[in-house]
């Protein structure tokens, strides 16, 4: 059974700080790789997808890279906004489509 | 982009009635929805698994004569919570896929369920 695990539960830097968003998995047979934003109550928004060929995707101060054989994905965050405070999901996609998600990494960016 | 529209975004119910929630792909044919439910601070949990004109693969732990759902067109799933108790209050979320396992979800804004 597939497992994901994110660590750190909880993240509290200064506006300007790197954040980094560390996913682990325990099955490396994935389709793909998804970061998810979360605010309070609300659904989920698809920051990147990495599909299982590749090694990272970036979207502007987003990147995220993947190595599927130690079944693990880092998400970085450059130059952190306090907007940019949320939970973090990681999700992994088996191949029904099926996502496999992690607890997520609670943000906050002080100003 | 793709846009998935989840109504209501929040109810409350009595316990022992049903609450219906629709799960609609505006501008995409969805072949495959998914239901998730998030319980306060924890992760998504996937329910089921719907796929267009065929029955609902729920996952285990999950009742399939409690959680009803329907997807009777390619836009279209709903997502039916009978005879509500206290402890089916959660946060549920669905998401919908043009079906290759590799394409991304899109998801809705969720709907807050509250029993009291």
């Known amino acids: 059974k597939q497992e994901v695990t994110q660590i750190p539960a909880a993240l509290s830097v200064p506006e300007g700080e790197n954040l980094v968003l560390n996913c682990s998995f325990t099955?490396?047979?994935?389709?793909?790789l998804q970061w998810f934003r979360q605010d309070p109550g609300k659904g989920l928004t698809s920051l990147l997808l990495?599909?299982?060929?590749?090694r990272e995707q970036t979207s502007g101060r987003l990147n995220a890279s993947l190595d599927k054989s130690s079944g693990r994905s880092t998400l970085y965050i450059a130059a952190s906004q306090p907007g940019d405070s949320a939970t973090y999901l990681c999700?992994?996609?088996?191949?029904?489509?099926?996502?496999?998600f992690g607890a997520g990494t609670q943000v906050v960016v002080t100003p | 982009g793709a846009v998935v529209s989840q109504h209501p975004s929040w109810v409350i119910c009595k316990s022992g009635t049903s609450v219906k929630i629709e799960c609609r792909s505006l501008d995409f044919q969805a072949t495959t929805m998914f239901w998730y439910r998030q319980f306060p601070k924890q992760s998504l949990m996937l329910m089921a698994t719907?796929?267009?004109?065929?029955?609902?693969?729920?996952e285990q732990g999950v009742e399939k004569d409690k959680f009803l759902i329907n997807h009777a067109s390619l836009t279209l799933s709903t997502l039916t919570v009978t005879s509500a108790h206290p402890e089916d209050s959660s946060f549920y979320i669905c998401?919908?896929?043009?079906?290759?396992?590799?394409?991304?979800?899109?998801f809705g804004n969720g709907t807050r369920l509250t029993v009291t």
């Open positions: 099955d490396s047979a994935i389709y793909n």
């Open positions: 719907s796929n267009e004109g065929s029955k609902a693969t729920y």
């Open positions: 990495i599909q299982s060929s590749q």
């Open positions: 998401s919908a896929s043009l079906g290759p396992a590799n394409s991304p979800l899109h």
């Open positions: 999700a992994v996609t088996d191949s029904w489509g099926k996502l496999q």
